[in-house]
């Protein structure tokens, strides 16, 4: 005779039902209740893993740079039971979060503080590169970016991020503000935005730039723009280092100027 199954009965024919995993309300999280932002921002990590973003991060307006803190803060002490998360994945999801909820400043702030620190900023760069070849994410990354390099506080560290990303989309999507940068500062902005140019191995507006500065005043300008014009192998680049070549007094950038002379040959 069969078994009948009975209400307590269990049937272990048959596998459990998979529990729905629902997505993250953070209106539990509105002001005016206690909360630990640091779980917050595991919660919401969780929450990116399990494919099930939160939604309303109106909520969390007034928290958006407690959370940067503890986004920061997790990259420095990793939780135990995210050991599985690499520091380029947990920025990932930190960047998902501030560019979902439209987060610009609290963007350029993770990128900032992450910028204090080698092992941090390598993460956030990772991080980023890996979203700018996301369809949804990419243009995201592309408009935060530009509204940073507008910025006069936030410009020096957008064109560090750009230049260690090493990523010709997010360079060509951005030429027109690296030539500006490349042609009118100096320093470490100046060598940086000359780095990302150097991505874009077809681009005549960035090549024209480099070129141009092969004539500059300074020393360490013309010798980034003289090893940039090496690695792109331009239309123009043999002509103009050729004709640099009379007139260049530093050995070492002659010694580069010939090299790039001889690529045309």
């Not at 919401?44 to 909520?59: H, Q």
């Not at 996301?134 to 006069?152: F, N, Q």
């Not at 957008?158 to 009118?184: C, D, H, N, Q, T």
Request: with cysteine.
């Amino acid at each position: 005779m069969p078994k009948e199954a009975f209400g307590g009965d269990d049937d272990s024919s048959s596998p459990a039902p998979e529990e729905k995993k629902r997505k993250l309300d953070l209106s539990r999280f509105s002001k005016g209740q206690d909360m630990n932002i640091r779980s917050l921002f595991w919660e919401i990590v969780e929450a990116y893993l399990d494919g099930k973003p939160p939604e309303n991060f109106s909520e969390l307006e007034n928290d958006r740079l407690a959370l940067v803190r503890a986004a920061v803060g997790a990259l420095s002490r990793p939780s135990p039971m995210h050991a599985r998360l690499t520091p380029a994945d947990l920025s990932r999801y930190a960047l998902m979060m501030l560019l979902d909820a439209g987060w610009q400043d609290a963007l350029a702030e993770f990128l900032e503080e992450c910028n204090h620190r080698n092992e941090q900023r390598r993460a956030a760069a990772a991080g980023m590169k890996k979203l700018a070849e996301d369809a949804k994410y990419g243009p995201l990354v592309t408009e935060s970016l530009r509204a940073m390099l507008r910025s006069r506080e936030a410009g020096g560290t957008a064109l560090r991020y750009l230049a260690e990303m090493g990523s010709p989309a997010l360079a060509g999507g951005l030429g027109k503000e690296l030539v500006i940068f490349a042609r009118g500062d100096i320093g470490e902005n100046q060598m940086n935005a000359i780095e990302a140019l150097a991505l874009l191995e077809k681009d005549e507006e960035a090549e024209k730039a480099i070129v141009a500065l092969l004539s500059h005043w300074d020393d360490a300008a013309r010798k980034a723009a003289a090893g940039a014009l090496l690695r792109m192998g331009g239309k123009e680049a043999a002509a103009a280092a050729e004709k640099r070549l009379a007139s260049e007094t530093n050995p070492d950038i002659k010694s580069v100027l010939e090299k790039i002379a001889k690529m045309k040959k």
